[in-house]
Structures are given as C-alpha cells and as structure tokens.
C-alpha cells in the first residue's frame, strides 16, 4: 500500500487512556507545561467535556446525580465527542498540539464493559479524528484502588474496571503504546516525553490526519 503524501504543518494529536486513577489528568497537564516551555504550542482537553450542554448532563450521570438507560449515556459521550470535532480539528491545523484526557476509546470500553455490543459502541465514533498516537498508562485495577479518591465516580468499581481493562485489550492497534502507570509521576513523565516530542515534529512535517475507524 502506498504511503499517503504529507500534508500541511499541522500539532500533534495525542491521546492518554487509561483505567480510572491511572494518572491520565496529572500526565495530561505536566505534557502540556512540558511542551509550552520548549515553545510548542499546546492545549490540555479532557472528554467528556463537562462544560458544554451534553457534557453537563454527562457531569450529572457521573456523579451518580441522575439515571440515564445505558444506551442514550453511549450516545451522550459520542456527541460530546462530535460536538468538539470541528474546534479540534480547526486547533490542530493551526499548529496547536492537544494532549487529550480520554478519547472514544474509554467511550467504547466503558460502555461495552456493561455488555452492550462491541460494534455498536463504536459505530457511533466513526469519522472522528483519529489520534496520532494513544499512550495507555498501564495499571493493575488492583493497583488503582489504593489511590487516592478512588471509588467517588460511578465506574470506579474494581470489578467493572477489571472488564473495562479487558475491552482496552481488544482497541489496540498500532498507534498505542503502553506505558507502566504504577511508577511515580515523574517517571511516567519522563517516559512519555520523548514520545511525545518525536510525535509533535513527525506532524510538523506534515503527517496526514486520519479518522475513526479504518
């Protein structure tokens, strides 16, 4: 297969997943303080985004503040997603590059967890922009546990995140990269880095932007 021609200079899009306390927020915001101080243009975003009108629905089944079928809560998380997609992509032409806490990849996972049907959960994510690269921060369920706050959301159940764990397992593909979560903050930061700036320069130079799911 041909490789696709470059395109224009556009900033990276990145992707943490991961179970819940993972670490994904805290390695979010020091890649962003990280990129800014090397000059790099770039932005910290979090799905669901809680600030738009889905999103302050989606804050309110999280919470456990209202009920909502499983199915309508698959599509709420789906449009919150498509709701941001022309801003993302606009930002990413610019040169803006966003480091992204969770991606359609939690949305399929979380949902399929509750034994909806694999395809169906990722039907609805089709056409989004794909991530240039998905950094799993890897972590026992076990392991999640003993963090701090855990179990103050409504997927924070380690039975649940134990299924969760192994629908990630079966959205892999060869854009993700695992990283080891159980160490500490700074280590995991200095894993990630290098990956990160390899990222950043190979869509400087042009890298096609490619969309959910081939």
Not at 29 to 47: D, H, P
Request: hydrophobic letters at 40%; a neutral charge.
């Amino acid at each position: 297969m041909a490789e696709a021609e470059a395109g224009p200079s556009r900033g990276a899009f990145i992707v943490l997943e991961g179970l819940d306390r993972s670490g994904k927020s805290t390695q979010v915001q020091k890649l962003v303080e990280y990129l800014k101080s090397r000059g790099v243009e770039a932005e910290a975003w979090r799905f669901p985004d809680r600030t738009t009108a889905m999103g302050k629905m989606i804050a309110s089944y999280l919470d456990s503040k209202s009920e909502l079928d499983d199915c309508a809560v698959h599509l709420l998380f789906s449009a919150n997603r498509w709701e941001k997609r022309s801003l993302m992509e606009a930002k990413l032409r610019e040169g803006t590059t966003l480091i992204v806490d969770r991606y359609s990849y939690s949305g399929v996972a979380f949902t399929a967890a509750k034994g909806l049907p694999f395809d169906w959960c990722k039907a609805p994510e089709v056409g989004l922009p794909a991530p240039d690269a998905v950094l799993y921060l890897q972590i026992p369920p076990e392991a999640a546990l003993e963090r701090g706050g855990y179990g103050e959301e409504r997927y924070e159940k380690l039975d649940f995140q134990r299924v969760v764990a192994s629908k990630y397992e079966q959205l892999r593909d060869a854009t993700w990269q695992d990283i080891d979560a159980r160490k500490g903050p700074d280590e995991v930061q200095a894993v990630l880095r290098p990956i990160v700036d390899r990222m950043v320069q190979t869509c400087k130079q042009g890298r096609p932007l490619s969309r959910l799911w081939p």
